[in-house]
């Protein structure tokens, strides 16, 4: 089993910034891909951004292209989002999540979340 613990979501101004991170235990594999997602009230869970093993690849979706930043530190086996000039709509829970095919389709398992509210 692999288990993960998010931190770092809050109550920040639009235009602000946040960093959330994201720590792996358990049966993670040798490599893994890990990611986040991120559900606002009423709507359906959508993906961030993913990072694979190494960091070479990297993937976001165009809502946060250009604003967010995904790194990772596989000594610490933790997965950080960068959050910057933050908008009202990406309020929402985020959650990590780990891909153990390194497929970027495949997400076995996932953190309680953490919440990231922004006023405007």
């Known amino acids: 089993q692999v288990q993960l613990v998010e931190s770092g979501g809050g109550l920040v101004q639009a235009g602000g910034s946040l960093r959330l991170s994201c720590v792996a235990s358990g049966r993670t594999g040798s490599t893994y891909v890990m990611g986040w997602f991120r559900q606002a009230p009423g709507k359906e869970r959508e993906f961030v951004a993913a990072?694979?093993?190494?960091?070479?690849?990297?993937y976001y979706a165009d809502s946060v292209k250009g604003r967010f930043t995904i790194s990772r530190d596989n000594a610490k086996n933790t997965v950080y989002l960068q959050m910057n000039s933050l908008k009202p709509e990406d309020t929402a829970v985020y959650y990590c999540?780990?891909?153990?095919?390194?497929?970027?389709?495949?997400?076995?398992?996932w953190g309680q979340g953490t919440q990231v509210t922004v006023s405007s």
């Open positions: 990072i694979s093993w190494s960091g070479g690849r990297t």
């Open positions: 999540a780990v891909d153990p095919t390194n497929s970027f389709a495949h997400w076995n398992y």
